[in-house]
T-cell receptor, first 115, second 112 residues
Framework: DGGITQSPKYLFRKEGQNVTLSCEQN?????MYWYRQDPGQGLRLIYY???????QKGDIAEGYSVSREKKESFPLTVTSAQKNPTAFYLC??????????????FGDGTRLSIL | SQKIEQNSEALNIQEGKTATLTCNYT??????LQWYRQDPGRGPVFLLL?????KEKRKERLKVTFDTTLKQSLFHITASQPADSATYLC???????????FGQGTTLQVKP
């Protein structure tokens, strides 16, 4: 079955440590997205990519980095510069949104906590 | 500034009744609006999309309305079931930027 796989489900970060969250999709989608979800808040866009080897900052990109070397993969690194990283991180993908009306398909998230 | 508001209080209804959830927005000119369902510890799942030139959209027991004058969308679940219990998110795409902006979601609890 096609879908998006995020790993790990739970991740713990020590002070000063970078951690990388994995996101893989086999839906053949061009566009991929990373969101952060905090309790009582909507999803906030961190980074997005419309095509391989290209990505753009979202609304809260500070302290995060991404790469898009393959169509299927869009890993997110939470760097030590992100001072409040504890959150639920969601990866999504969609067909290239030239018509701006494509629904997004989500993975089941990674919950990151600070040790 | 652009803002999307969904009722942060949980909605509790009896099985068989119609649930109505509200999504209000300000300072947007959305080209379309989407509704998603999210279960605890899971990612959102797409339910319905409605365009700015559509007044109403239906899918099985679901109905969405979109009033660009009131800047509001209503999401209805008829003949609700306990399995409908979840958090429902609305999302708008600006006709300018094309980016999806999500509301904080409303939690629905359907009691048997």
């Amino acid at each position: 079955d096609g879908g998006i796989t995020q790993s790990p489900k739970y991740l713990f970060r020590k002070e000063g440590q970078n951690v990388t969250l994995s996101c893989e999709q086999n839906l053949n989608h061009d566009a991929m997205y990373w969101y952060r979800q905090d309790p009582g808040q909507g999803l906030r866009l961190i980074y997005y990519s419309q095509i391989v080897n290209d990505f753009q900052k979202g609304d809260i990109a500070e302290g995060y980095s991404v790469s898009r070397e393959k169509k299927e993969s869009f890993p997110l690194t939470v760097t030590s510069a992100q001072k409040n990283p504890t959150a639920f991180y969601l990866c999504a993908s969609s067909i290239a949104d030239r018509t701006r009306n494509q629904p997004q398909h989500f993975g089941d998230g990674t919950r990151l906590s600070i040790l | 500034s652009q803002k999307i508001e969904q009722n942060s209080e949980a909605l509790n209804i009896q099985e068989g009744k119609t649930a109505t959830l509200t999504c209000n927005y300000t300072n947007y000119s959305p080209a379309y609006l989407q509704w998603y369902r999210q279960d605890p510890g899971r990612g959102p799942v797409f339910l319905l999309l409605i365009r700015e030139n559509e007044k109403e959209k239906r899918k099985e027991r679901l109905k969405v309305t979109f009033d660009t004058t009131l800047k509001q969308s209503l999401f209805h679940i008829t003949a609700s079931q306990p399995a409908d219990s979840a958090t429902y998110l609305c999302a708008l795409a600006s006709s300018n930027t094309g980016k999806l902006i999500f509301g904080q979601g409303t939690t629905l609890q359907v009691k048997p």
